[in-house]
């Protein structure tokens, strides 16, 4: 994995830096809109759309459906879309991202987080409920269901709520299928509607390899706490795996539902991870070559207030430019990102507009306002990231 | 630096992780309002007024006005708190925040960026210009200057510009004084009114070391390109130097102003270069624990979403918790931080509200829409971040 690649300068592929990075796959460049006001998003919508169709195919031809994670983009016209294109309904992280899809009469929404609901977020989670009865919400601990079930109590619908198991990610989520059955007793004691259980495979994200082994771990874990709820005469009829780099596999057994959020835009996490090809990345950053004052580097306007200092072991940098593959986002200031231009590679002129693929799409569209929306090679308009900042 | 640290847990100072971190000083505890509806940033305007009084007595000491970078806080409100503690103007990073800060009237702006004044920027600089005769802004090529006088032809007065130079950073700004001579030349022949020059010794950040040795390469850069400048015929009334690393010992000789920002709000990483004391830290993220489910750890709802990625070589994690000294902010998603407890040592409680000293405050603050004010023990309002997002 961390041989140099072919065609590579040696400058790159030796550097002691790279010694732990994977190699960058071949992005498309993405045609950009004349007249950006740069640092900007570029979303291209015909390719997140066909980006949601292929993965409904794919999850239906096992039987479950899709639920994507809407935290990716937060933003009502994407969500539209990935209703069209086939999916059940939205998940969220937070109350207020549940606030504004429901807002938007999107209200089939799963908050897949252990919510506690206390002080301002238990009249914020009653009120929800009272609005959107369907809204789902994740639990891992006997007090969390007591809180929950405290936030709505005497609301005309029970609450339903997913106890959330760990498949090793080792973030929340209980460890246990004996532990899972006594959070899901004790939200039913509370009067809460236990309708089943979830999983994350966060630790998919650690390399390849480990795609298909936190994939194989969601499902065991899943089977195995969907089992013990069923002994414990909880029918449990919602079981729901997810992520982007395990969505291709955590499916089967019990699954009845796929949470990946990130697959719709892309990024270049999970292009160099492989669980999306090179051009299903939806998204770019535009940024503008702002100084080449430096020798060996240019400088573009997109920092870390743009391009977020999100890395993995396996990326080197902060972003990739398919326009200049040599060329690698070494250090980010606010609004300085340093891109270093290996000897005898190409580099972008001062004043140049330049495409970016984002390490971490997610944090990335959290710091716009808008996305400028095209199709192909025409501006179709500019889309709210309503969501935007709706972190709790 | 790597010692182990007298009063810590072995197993914290074994960690191989932290083998070349520094020890976090030891930060005061917070205090908190009551009901807050976390993640959310808590601001002490009593703790950033005085560190606005005491670094402009400073810098006054060296015959030197403070400009403090405003990208830090992005308000209006504390960009008026550090007027009346005696700073002369303000200091922005775009052209998107120059805009915020006019438009509330505060308009002694000095843009410290090579703005490449393009397609919309050139109309935006040229209104900007209009409005505020006074805004200056960074130059470090003659074809940003060419760009730069483009986007301002006909207008009333000249615009101002400051020649950026490079004290070691490698980011942005011209290497020699020559180079230096030859940029004020290409502004003055494009009808530009070169005032100044600037640097910013952003490789102070290195570490505590790297602080005095960036103060002193931004003095000898200042003063060699000065008195290029001045023997080339230009005035070069403004030499202005800056960042919160070297911002006490970048003074002296040509300087006449400095420039560091974050020094208002203070964060973990000046405490821990010891830029601040850790009684100057004037923000925290107020984060609730929402899950204890995996052994060793708790999770808070602030994650990468709200404390950001930023981290240094020299920090461990993502965050510092004061009432909880040994924990480590280890791991950030979206919406959840996973905090280490290392055995033996006082975990916060499920449903607990602690109080963060984020890594790198100035990121932090771009996510959010407003602070919660208190001064002292005394909540006194809910400021906006004015300029959130205004990255362009």
Known sequence: MSQPVAGRPAA?????????????????????PDGLDTPVLVVDLDVAEANTRRLVAHVAASAATLRPHAKTHKSLEIARGQLAGGVVGL????????????????????????????????????????????????????????QLAAAVAGAADPLQVLVEVDPGNRRTGVATPEAAVGVARAAARA????????????HGYAGPEARAIAAADEVRTLTAATEALRAAGFECPVVSAGSTPTMLAALGGPITEMRAGTYVLGDRQQSVLGSIDPGAVALHVAATVVSAAVDGQVVVDAGAKTLTKDVAPYLWGYG????????????????????????????????????????????????????????????????????RGRRG
């Not at 009067?191 to 966060?202: D, M, R």
């Open 12 to 32: 790159r592929a030796a550097d002691a830096a790279a010694a732990a990075t994977l190699p960058d796959p071949t992005f498309p460049i993405p045609w950009l």
């Open 191 to 202: 009067g809460l509607e236990v309708i089943g259980v979830f999983s994350h495979g966060g």
């Open 91 to 146: 998940t969220v992280g937070t109350l207020g991202e549940a606030e504004v899809f429901v807002g938007g009469g999107l209200d089939d929404l799963f908050v897949a987080y252990p919510v506690w609901a206390a002080g301002p977020k238990a009249s914020r989670l009653r009120a929800l409920h009272e609005r959107a009865p369907r809204l789902r919400v994740g639990v891992d601990s006997p007090a969390g269901a007591e």
């Open 320 to 387: 990739a430019l398919p326009a200049y593959p040599w060329a690698v986002i070494e250090r980010l200031s606010d609004y300085h990102g340093v891109v270093r231009i290996p000897p005898g590679s190409p580099a972008p002129a001062l004043g140049e507009v330049v495409a970016i693929v984002p390490n971490h799409v997610c944090p990335v569209v959290d710091l716009f306002d808008s996305f400028v929306a095209v199709r192909g090679r025409r501006r179709v308009g500019t889309l709210p990231v309503d969501a």
